[in-house]
């Protein structure tokens, strides 16, 4: 059967395991975690046909020295945050990896010059199960895994989605999972002045992104550093912020959009479809 190319996303995971937890809800009678709960519920039926397998790069697994592949067949959970309910570690995701994709993965970036590392061990961090629990509750399409550099360079990383990018024409959804926003000590601060950093910066993010001539993307997304916001909107690091480098690359001729631009306390974080 002929199939069509698959997009690339970038997308938000939000704070720890949110989904399964009750929040105060405003006048509206909305959560501070409802707009991205809606967005990732209704994302299978914006991606349309349901893939082969799905390649997730998470801001929460860094190795060094090379790109990592997952390879558990059933891969565990990994509970990779501190100081919830009892009942958050206990949550269950039992979709299966795909040893085929790891493989071909590692062919691909092989092919492109890339040295790749293979982890027969790791588990869903909640960068990976907490989305995926909300776009595929069913567990019923196969998770694999690659890590980020612990560089975290834009280059690199960038090169890497490059080489990974044949996967959209093999039936393959391709996941960059991470945040746009990342400063968890002013993200719960309603001042004005960090919401204004915040705004400013997304705004950027955007505008980067939905560049249609791939070269001059990654130039602006490689100067992300010399925006002025930069900085605090990503602390202490920018881990949160390379799977969208992936992304990126993985894009080819692609020019992303935003998909969602939702808010906590006034920020914005984004998502963006490339494709």
Not at 20 to 28: H, L, R, V
Request: hydrophobic share 40%; net charge negative; glycine share 6%.
């Amino acid at each position: 059967m002929q199939h069509t190319r698959f997009p690339v996303y970038f997308i938000p995971h939000g704070g720890g395991p949110w989904p399964f937890m009750e929040f105060p809800k405003d006048e509206t009678g909305r959560g501070p975690w409802d707009e991205l709960g809606d967005f990732l519920r209704g994302l299978s039926a914006e991606i349309g046909r349901k893939p082969k397998a799905v390649l997730v790069v998470s801001g929460h697994w860094e190795t060094e020295p090379v790109p990592t592949l997952s390879t558990a067949p059933k891969p565990p959970m990994l509970f990779d945050y501190y100081n919830f309910p009892p009942h958050t570690y206990e949550l269950s995701y039992p979709a299966r990896s795909s040893p085929e994709l790891a493989a071909r993965a590692r062919q691909l970036l092989s092919e492109a010059g890339i040295a790749s590392a293979e982890d027969p061990t790791r588990g869903f961090d909640h960068g990976v199960f907490v989305p995926l629990m909300l776009i595929y509750p069913d567990a019923d399409v196969p998770i694999t895994m690659i890590s980020l550099k612990n560089t975290l360079d834009v280059e690199s990383h960038v090169a890497i989605g490059k080489a990974l990018a044949p996967l959209r024409d093999e039936d393959v959804l391709i996941i960059a999972s991470g945040m746009s926003y990342h400063n968890m000590r002013k993200f719960r601060s309603p001042e004005p002045e960090h919401v204004a950093e915040a705004v400013r910066f997304d705004d950027w993010l955007t505008q980067a992104v939905a560049e249609p001539n791939p070269a001059e993307r990654e130039t602006r997304l490689a100067s992300w550093m010399e925006n002025p916001d930069a900085r605090a909107c990503h602390v202490p690091d920018h881990d949160h912020l390379v799977p969208l480098f992936v992304a990126a690359g993985a894009a080819g001729q692609d020019a992303g959009r935003q998909i969602l631009r939702a808010t906590f306390l006034g920020k914005p974080y984004s998502a963006y479809r490339f494709g």
